[in-house]
């Protein structure tokens, strides 16, 4: 698939979703961006500001399955995976898929689960399969998490530890909307939701064919090394306790190509490593307390060591 077919199919989804999530453009673009690097997405925000609304408009624009689980203290990980019955007609034990097995899974308010249900999602979002009584099943393909914690009810709930916040691509807030958006939202569902408008612009095929694609956009050596000095900057801030990880890394650069992909250039730029490096950093990073208590955000020290880091000069 051709850089400019990716960038209008892209184009084509976020405008789209861009129909029910109103004034958060960049925000759609972001998630789009995760899905298309076929990484896994966190959401940190309030109740009520659209992230259920978000999860089911992807999943209808690329016509996939969509399928949601709530996560309270007793969800069990076969609530998640699904389980084998006893069949008494044939004698035999028969897997009853869980509601894992969608192209979109909204994981909502994942902090509440106990950690042992939290850790069933491990295999699933990292091997796109899961193993139920020794026998592998395969997840529909594309498989695209999207996670879900609210960040002002703590109580009752069991934080994720670094290791699964890691496998997590990126990680956006929709925030609360302006006073025109607002105005935009109440107009639109005054007598239908607007999702009952959304319609798919692309494919299933066609996604995991940009999937694949997008790995083929040219990084330059110096671009690279541009994206390890940035995470190594991470790691020797004072800020921070813990810096990003290698598979961090890994995600600034596949998270750069679909940038670069998106506005339709067939490599990528320094402007598209800082477009990406706070969605895709700060949650892999662990804050010192003094940092927690000034008020300032990861995303904040992300952008500080970006201003700090030289960027490569562009080749003309």
């Known amino acids: ?8 199919k892209a184009q084509s989804m976020i405008d789209e979703v861009e129909r029910v999530i109103v004034g958060k453009r960049n925000t759609v673009e972001k998630a789009v961006l995760t899905l298309i690097c076929n990484g896994h997405l966190l959401i940190e ?6 992230k259920t609304t978000l999860a089911k408009a992807l999943a209808i624009t690329m016509g996939g399955d969509f399928r949601r689980v709530q996560f309270t203290p007793d969800l069990l990980p076969a609530d998640i995976t699904g389980s084998s019955i006893f ?18 899974v909204l994981v909502d308010e994942i902090n509440r689960a106990t950690p042992k249900t ?8 990292e091997e796109r399969q899961v193993t139920v009584d020794g026998v592998t099943n395969d997840l529909p393909l ?3 998490v999207i996670a879900t914690q609210n960040t002002i009810e703590m109580t009752g709930t069991y934080p994720l530890p670094e290791a699964q916040l890691d496998r997590f691509f990126s990680r956006i807030s929709l925030g609360y909307p302006s ?11 005054q007598v239908s939701h607007p999702l009952e408008l959304v319609k798919p612009v692309i494919t299933l095929p066609e996604m995991l064919e940009i999937q694949s694609a997008v790995r083929d956009i040219f990084v330059h050596e110096s671009i690279r ?3 390890i000095e940035v995470v190594r900057a991470t790691r020797e801030n004072n800020l921070l306790l813990m810096g990003a990880s290698p598979r961090g890394a890994l995600h600034l650069m596949r998270a750069s190509q679909a940038q670069a992909a ?7 730029r320094p402007d598209d490593v800082k477009a990406t490096a706070p969605s895709v950093l700060a949650h892999r990073v662990l804050p010192r307390a003094e940092l927690r208590a000034r008020g300032t955000t990861t995303e904040q020290v992300i952008e500080r060591v970006l201003s700090e880091v030289p960027a490569p000069v562009p080749v003309s």
């Open 225 to 227: 090394d541009y994206i």
């Open 1 to 8: 698939m051709r850089v400019s077919q990716i960038a209008e």
């Open 87 to 104: 069949n008494q007609k044939t004698a035999e034990f028969e897997f009853r898929r869980g509601p894992i097995f969608g192209n979109v």
């Open 142 to 144: 594309p498989f695209f």
């Open 118 to 125: 939290q850790s069933s999602l491990l295999e699933a979002m």
């Open 179 to 189: 006073k025109e958006d607002e105005m935009a939202i109440l107009s639109q569902q």
């Open 262 to 268: 998106i506005r339709g250039s067939e490599f990528v």
């Open 45 to 50: 925000d309030i109740p009520g500001v659209g």
